[in-house]
């Protein structure tokens, strides 16, 4: 069975405090590692997608890698429009399996 | 591009009655969508797997008959809630995938969410 931990479940941060937030996985068969942001009584939004150990893609304040067993969301100098659930999903032979999200709040 | 909507953002429903949320993709055509299910604090649960054309595929332990898929066309795929009770109670959010993006395979557009309240 496929799972997905991201951690921490929560972090607050100073803006222009960085940070990352990690999501470790078991798959079988990996076929895409996805992180989304959701903001509160919202459908999550796609940021990333990753394929493949050792590769990386940036949007902005916002970087994401990949080993073969975790992803990291790194936030380069956070603005509190940053404020918002981190979700991170692996796509597997099936189906696209969820992590529980970390909730990230941006004080100014 | 890859704007998926869904209707009503928001339903409030007295227990047993029936309620229809619709998912649109509105600039590009979707074999595939998905139903999932949140609650408070808790991660995506994938719900059903709705192909175009043919019945749903419904995860283990969601009841087929309850929860009603219908994916009429390319572009729409309906949940309806059928004697909806209060534990029905939750955010109901549709993806789908874009047939055009053959790089993304995987990569799954979701909807703004439909917040269920079952009195």
């Known amino acids: 069975e496929d799972q997905v931990t991201q951690s921490p479940e929560a972090l607050r941060l100073q803006e222009g405090e960085s940070s990352s937030l990690n999501c470790s996985y078991t798959?079988?068969?990996?076929?895409?590692l996805f992180w989304y942001r959701q903001d509160p009584g919202k459908g999550p939004e796609f940021l990333f997608t990753?394929?493949?150990a050792g590769e990386e893609k940036e949007k902005e304040r916002l970087k994401a890698t990949l080993t073969k067993k975790e992803s990291f969301l790194h936030i380069t100098a956070p603005k509190p429009e940053d404020s918002a659930t981190y979700l991170c999903?692996?796509?597997?032979?099936?189906?696209?399996?969820f992590g529980k999200g970390t909730m990230l709040l941006v004080s100014p | 591009g890859a704007v998926v909507s869904q209707h009503p953002s928001w339903v409030i429903c007295k227990s047993g009655t029936s309620v229809k949320i619709e998912c649109r993709s509105l600039?590009?055509?979707?074999?595939?969508m998905f139903w999932y299910r949140q609650f408070p604090k808790q991660s995506l649960m994938l719900m059903a797997t709705?192909?175009?054309?043919?019945?749903?595929?419904?995860e283990q332990g969601v009841e087929k008959d309850k929860f009603l898929i219908n994916h009429a066309s390319l572009t729409l795929s309906t949940l309806t809630v059928t004697s909806a009770h209060p534990e029905d109670s939750s955010f109901y959010i549709c993806?789908?995938?874009?047939?055009?993006?053959?790089?993304?395979?995987?990569?799954?557009?979701f909807g703004p969410g439909t917040r269920l309240t079952v009195l």
């Open positions: 990753l394929y493949s």
């Open positions: 993806s789908a995938r874009d047939l055009g993006l053959a790089d993304t395979l995987g990569e799954q557009f």
């Open positions: 999903a692996v796509q597997g032979y099936s189906t696209l399996t």
């Open positions: 798959v079988s068969g990996l076929r895409g």
């Open positions: 600039d590009f055509q979707a074999t595939t």
């Open positions: 709705s192909n175009e054309g043919s019945k749903a595929t419904y």
